[in-house]
């Protein structure tokens, strides 16, 4: 009786926030983060290493960033090594669920260069200055695939950054450095400026304005909000929620790595994530921004006042050089009928974010941090929506690292880590024994250890694979319409094992 008490209390829960988001003007939209992530029709997209056609490792981090794999060593490899003990992963040791050690911020490892201002003070920069788009021009071309109604959103998209910053986008098939966006498996970009052509890709539920212009903050050279250095203090990551294989997507970068330009970290950041994707990963330390975060509506004030720092758009477009009130900053250009070169503050509406300086009477409150529960989240879930489909494929069995992190619920994996014993140390990406054979356990130990521990032989000696493979057919045959939903961590330990005999049989 009384878990029916319970279940009744939390679907009137459920219907009271239905009703109250109502009367506040209808449904929450959908986070980008979960545009982001249900855009890709095969979660394999969101594995860390992924072969190449030509043969070439590419890197895919944060869900939509690519990266080379040098790129990737110098930006992880360095590293200090994270000790997370014996949960792997796991939020320990902190009442917010918070994770101790290393975890994530935004944004550029770009430099504010120095164009030509002899008296001006350069703000603490990284050494990658080749990421900036020379002389502020970003240019690009557009697949064939892309319908009027496509290259209508794509230019209202490119419109948000060059109606507010210096950015100029100019169209070139030619350019050698040039962004090319194309049809693709989901929604990604790399970071800045590239000395080839570089792809922006955007499958067809990637194409609207909040996706594309987020996928040229990449472009540009952004990486996430809530990946910058001092994002803890404004958000606490309960990897609790987060699948195994996602966790390093969300461990934080460090000042040597990301530049701020002493720009406020940002709830309403066009490049920060909500928890649509993942519910309850990522928690405001300021309540009132909880459901802010995640928003695609356009550029945030912050937004538009770090791509002008960046890119010292003031300084070079000629204006002369001032202090603005309330962390303002300026504008070169005219401005909704203004002057150019005047200060511009945050006016706290995302949908029209900047308002004059000399309109305000004070700056804006800044936000309210304050002790927040880690919401108790259900990890018996899926992730992908598409999850009864893989099942009836047979993903269950033939996939099962990947289906165990994102078709828990409907693999009938759940109990997974119950009791008190330890996760099942198992890789967490398909091209773990790829990367193991090329030496990566070494170069880039902090993050082999997360995603590969079967490949870099960091867990315990499996027993014998052909054994193993025996229960495990044995099992399925006893469950003709599926897996049973698992309660024995023990059963669900020896299942697990498999994965990592056969890579390392295959590989080894």
Not at 111 to 129: H, I, L, M
Not at 358 to 380: G, H, N
């Amino acid at each position: 009786m009384r878990w029916i008490l319970e279940l009744f209390s939390v679907a009137c829960l459920t219907l009271l926030a239905e009703l109250t988001n109502a009367a506040r003007g209808g449904k929450k939209h959908m986070s980008i983060d979960k545009q982001i992530m249900d855009a890709a029709p095969d979660a394999g997209m969101f594995d860390v290493f992924h072969m190449m056609p030509g043969g070439d490792f590419k890197v895919m981090t944060e869900l939509d960033i690519l990266l080379t794999l040098d790129q990737y060593k110098r930006l992880r490899g360095k590293r200090q090594k994270v000790s997370s003990g014996p949960g792997r992963g796991r939020a320990n040791g902190n009442r917010n669920g918070r994770r101790n050690g290393n975890q994530n911020w935004r944004r550029s490892r770009l430099v504010n260069r120095r164009r030509g201002s002899a008296g001006r003070q350069k703000r603490k920069a990284d050494q990658d200055e080749s990421l900036l788009w020379t002389d502020c021009k970003v240019y690009y071309e557009v697949d064939e695939s892309f319908t009027t109604e496509d290259m209508q959103t794509l230019e209202t998209a490119i419109s948000e950054w060059t109606s507010v910053t210096c950015l100029e986008f100019i169209k070139s098939s030619t350019a050698t450095s040039r962004v090319q966006f194309k049809n693709g498996a989901g929604c990604y970009s790399m970071i800045g400026m590239q000395p080839e052509p570089q792809v922006v890709a955007l499958a067809p539920t990637c194409r609207t304005k909040g996706i594309i212009a987020h996928e040229i903050g990449h472009a540009i050279g952004w990486y996430h909000e809530h990946m910058r250095p001092d994002r803890d203090s404004f958000v606490s990551i309960n990897f609790d929620a987060i699948p195994p294989r996602y966790h390093i997507n969300f461990d934080k970068y460090t000042n040597d790595e990301i530049n701020d330009h002493d720009v406020q970290y940002d709830y309403t950041s066009l490049m920060h994530y909500g928890n649509d994707a993942l519910p309850g990963s990522i928690v405001a330390l300021d309540p009132s921004f909880q459901d802010k975060m995640g928003q695609r509506e356009g550029l945030s004030f912050k937004d538009i006042k770090l791509a002008n720092i960046m890119y010292d758009c003031a300084n070079i477009m000629g204006c002369t050089q001032r202090t603005c009130d309330f962390d303002g900053f300026q504008l070169y250009k005219s401005y909704k009928g203004s002057s150019s070169c005047q200060c511009w503050c945050d006016s706290g509406d995302v949908s029209d974010p900047l308002i004059l300086c000399s309109e305000l009477d004070s700056a804006p409150p800044k936000p309210s941090i304050r002790p927040t529960e880690t919401p108790v989240v259900d990890l018996c879930r899926d992730v992908r929506s598409n999850c009864p489909e893989l099942k009836a494929k047979g993903d269950c069995m033939s996939k099962l690292s990947l289906m165990m992190d994102i078709c828990k619920q409907t693999c009938g994996f759940c109990g997974t880590g119950e009791g008190g014993g330890p996760e099942p140390c198992m890789d967490h990406d398909k091209g773990c024994p790829m990367m193991a054979a090329a030496g990566l356990c070494t170069t880039l130990e902090p993050v082999m250890e997360k995603q590969c521990p079967a490949s870099c032989n960091l867990c315990p000696s499996p027993p014998d694979p052909c054994q193993i493979q025996k229960q495990v057919m044995a099992l399925a045959a006893h469950y003709p319409n599926g897996t049973p939903r698992l309660t024995s961590f023990s059963l669900l330990t020896v299942i697990v094992s498999v994965v990592a005999v056969l890579h390392h049989s295959d590989y080894h």
